[in-house]
């Protein structure tokens, strides 16, 4: 554990926290960011330059931007939030905090069984190799999805726009 | 074909660009402070008090009737009327502006006050290099800085200048002719009356 | 001859071998961190000197162009005038306004500066100098530069102003819309040379036919991509004719419109250093990065061959800047959606064909007729249903 993965680890939690946590949802989005920007940082650290770099250019640059438009649209941006009630707030932090315990177990259990830590394998050949010889179906069914995802989004934005008129 | 017409704009800009390093004549700027454009005759920006004569305060032709200050549209003119009289341009006693502010900063050059002076006392100026320090009292000017001469006027605004002068010259002889007429009256024994009714006529008209 | 060539070889290396010299005296514990500063502080030092000569070249050129001057009072030939406007947005008041965002509201700009100075680590400025030769670099140069896109939003959100907000929407639609063609012309150049590293990407083209470099831009898929490259850029820096989001005679000055003082500056540094390094990665990508255009002219240090290109690239902004008016909203999506990325899709598939294909004469001409005759019918179908007349007035002829 360096003083560099402590630092993007903080950034990490705080941002995320700050995302879920402030009132404004402008600020919300700005904190997911944070957040995000930390994360790629960590890939950075362990040396995966690919994947830091894609995960600032999707959703730093895209995801987050996307995240900001429909917050201006949809004028939440202006609102207070209501706070939850308190059965809410406990279910949520229970769940959340299952999740971790879950996901704790199995990340230290797979450390434990894997033994010594190989190099990582995340060059940009070897990514893209894997995408188009192992992994092409799901890369395909995932393209297809997302094509239909757009055709869907622009039907009905026309239709919207027809009804207006 | 696309983009054709893009080329052709971007030689008509290269042509442009170096087409002024060689060709003055294609430089439309005027080197401001070294030269400067000749105004034309009708320039006008703000308004000035004419005066007749060598003494501003004696020769002033506001007659402080404050009409221009009623018309003005942004009220930049600010009049205190006098307690007493002074012969006007005509040589009648009338009374004359104990104080005359034009807030220049207030003007918007309109002409209006112009329009509607019946004595011809308020014109438009030319100068323009009127930056001042004191942005509230640099760009009030007061009775003595508004008052400028007609041998002035008359070199700044030459025709209209000329047609004002005719005009009061006609003025000042009826004026001289009404007073010659009332000394002819008053000699064979006239009567108080008479007098009074020609100073009556001559105030209508 | 060959004591010519070293010393041709000094000069080249000259900066390397300074910093080299440097790093003798520091101490070995500080040696990683002398070395960042060693490298970056030149960066940081020359480009906002780059800007400053530029906004002067900028304002000289445009009066040119429109017959005018241009700035001329300011020292010899108005050169100080970058001087003067340093001075006036320092000294000038910082006004905030009293609704903002304060915090959004002060981060926008630096965001802005900050990511638009984090992409020169990976442009090469000369043979051997570069800030940090990263195996991705050209992704790197992307996902850093799509953060500008973020500070805009900032910007504009925070100041809680109409003409900020439409000036910022405008912007993140004209900027998202044209990253994809920006990345998606870069992508041929990442295929032909094998990688993503913008050192190996220059090193490649870096070599000579006869007395002809092999650059990029040299081949069908390779002027395409270029000028595919160029006309997002362009948009990607908001600069005419893609200017909407700042658009004076419409949302007065976009999304920094409540911006004042230094940090309107730095705005404009922001913009001006995002342009140069745009241009910086059009010149890696296409134009032989600091290679020599003629192998007869190697001599010439690597870095001035970098600057010239990249001040002929700025001189071409300033002319379509003073030939182009703005276009419409409409007209910008259109262009963007309907020619730009599908010229750049099909120019990957070009790239393709090219790769594929024996090297050659038909090659040449395959490819060639593949690219031309996509981009014909694509304009077609742009042009379609707009009859071009010459305009008539009922009252004004």
New interface residues.
């Given amino acids: 554990m360096t003083v560099t993965f402590l630092i993007l680890a903080g950034v990490t939690i705080v941002g995320m926290a700050a995302a879920m946590s402030l009132r404004n949802l402008v600020h919300c989005v700005l904190s997911l960011t944070l957040g995000l920007v930390g994360l790629a940082g960590l890939f950075l650290e362990l040396d995966a330059q690919f994947v830091g770099f894609t995960q600032i250019l999707v959703y730093v640059g895209a995801v987050a931007i996307l995240a900001m438009f429909a917050v201006m649209m949809t004028r939440g941006a202006a609102q207070q939030q209501e706070s939850r009630p308190t059965s809410v707030r406990i279910s949520g932090v229970l769940i959340a905090g299952g999740v971790f315990l879950v996901l704790a177990w199995a990340m230290c259990h797979g450390l434990m069984t894997l033994g010594a830590p190989v190099q990582p394998e995340a060059e940009v050949k070897q990514i893209g190799v894997a995408l188009m010889r192992s992994y092409v179906l799901p890369l395909e069914v995932i393209g297809l999805l997302l094509t239909a995802a757009l055709i869907g989004a622009g039907v009905i934005a026309m239709e919207e726009k027809r009804g207006a008129r | 074909m696309l983009g054709e017409g893009i080329l052709k704009g971007l030689t008509e800009t290269a042509r442009n660009f170096f087409g002024s390093y060689v060709d003055d004549e294609r430089l439309t700027t005027v080197q401001y402070p070294e030269e400067r454009l000749e105004q034309i005759e009708a320039t006008r920006d703000f308004p000035f008090l004419v005066y007749d004569g060598e003494d501003w305060e004696k020769g002033m032709r506001c007659v402080s009737c404050q009409i221009c200050e009623k018309e003005c549209p942004p009220k930049c003119i600010s009049i205190e009327k006098s307690k007493d009289k002074k012969p006007d341009a005509t040589g009648k006693a009338q009374f004359y502006p104990a104080k005359f502010d034009i807030d220049i900063s207030v003007c918007m050059s309109c002409q209006i006050c112009v329009e509607v002076c019946p004595f011809d006392a308020i014109k438009m100026d030319v100068v323009y290099e009127l930056s001042t320090e004191d942005r509230f009292g640099g760009l009030l000017l007061n009775k003595e800085q508004l008052s400028k001469s007609n041998e002035y006027y008359n070199k700044i605004h030459p025709t209209e200048a000329g047609a004002v002068d005719a005009a009061l010259a006609a003025e000042r002889e009826k004026a001289r002719q009404a007073a010659a007429a009332k000394a002819a009256e008053a000699k064979p024994a006239a009567t108080a009356v008479v007098g009074a009714a020609a100073v009556e006529r001559d105030g209508t008209k | 001859m060959n004591g010519s060539v070293r010393m041709a070889g000094t000069a080249d290396q000259i900066f390397v071998l300074v910093k080299q010299w440097l790093m003798g005296y520091v101490p070995g514990a500080l040696q990683p961190l002398a070395s960042a500063v060693l490298s970056v502080v030149p960066v940081l030092l020359v480009f906002p000197l780059l800007f400053a000569i530029t906004t002067v070249l900028e304002r000289k050129?445009l009066g040119?162009?429109?017959?005018?001057?241009g700035p001329n009072r300011a020292g010899f030939f108005g050169i100080l005038q970058p001087m003067a406007d340093g001075i006036k947005s320092l000294t000038k008041e910082d006004i905030i306004p009293r609704s903002a965002?304060h915090l959004?509201h002060l981060l926008a700009p630096l965001l802005l500066v900050v990511a638009s100075f984090l992409v020169y680590a990976v442009l090469p400025i000369g043979r051997n100098m570069v800030i940090a030769n990263?195996?991705?670099g050209v992704?790197?140069f992307?996902?850093?530069?799509?953060?500008v896109?973020?500070a805009v939003?900032?910007a504009g959100?925070s100041s809680r102003s109409k003409y900020s907000l439409l000036g910022a929407?405008r912007a993140?639609a004209q900027m998202?819309s044209y990253?994809m063609p920006l990345v998606l012309s870069a992508v041929v150049v990442i295929m032909a040379a094998g990688s993503?590293s913008t050192v190996t990407i220059v090193t490649m083209q870096a070599t000579y036919t006869g007395i002809w470099p092999h650059w990029y831009v040299f081949t069908p898929w390779g002027l395409m991509g270029f000028v595919l490259f160029m006309i997002a850029a362009t948009a990607e820096s908001n600069r005419s004719p893609f200017d909407l989001p700042e658009g004076e005679s419409e949302i007065i000055a976009g999304y920094y419109i409540e911006y004042s003082g230094f940090k309107f500056a730095l705005f404009f540094l922001g913009e001006y250093l995002g342009m140069f390094a745009t241009s910086a990665m059009a010149i890696t990508l296409f134009l032989g990065g600091w290679a020599a255009p003629f192998s007869f002219l190697t001599w010439i240090p690597s870095y001035i061959w970098f600057f010239v290109k990249l001040l002929a690239l700025i001189m071409a902004f300033i002319?379509?800047r003073?030939?182009?008016p703005r276009l419409r909203m409409d007209q910008l999506m259109n262009f963007a959606w309907k020619f730009m990325l599908p010229m750049s899709l099909v120019n990957i598939l070009c790239a393709g064909v090219w790769h594929f294909m024996a090297a050659g004469f038909v090659r040449w001409v395959v490819v060639a007729v593949l690219v031309a005759g996509t981009?014909?019918l694509l304009?077609q179908r742009?042009?379609r249903g707009k009859r071009v007349a010459v305009r008539t007035y009922r009252f004004a002829s």
């Fill in positions: 050129g040119r162009i429109q017959n005018r001057y965002d959004v990263l195996n991705a992704l790197f992307f996902a850093i530069g799509s953060m896109e973020l939003f900032m959100w929407m993140i998202i990253e993503l002319w379509v003073g030939t182009l981009c014909y304009s742009l042009k």
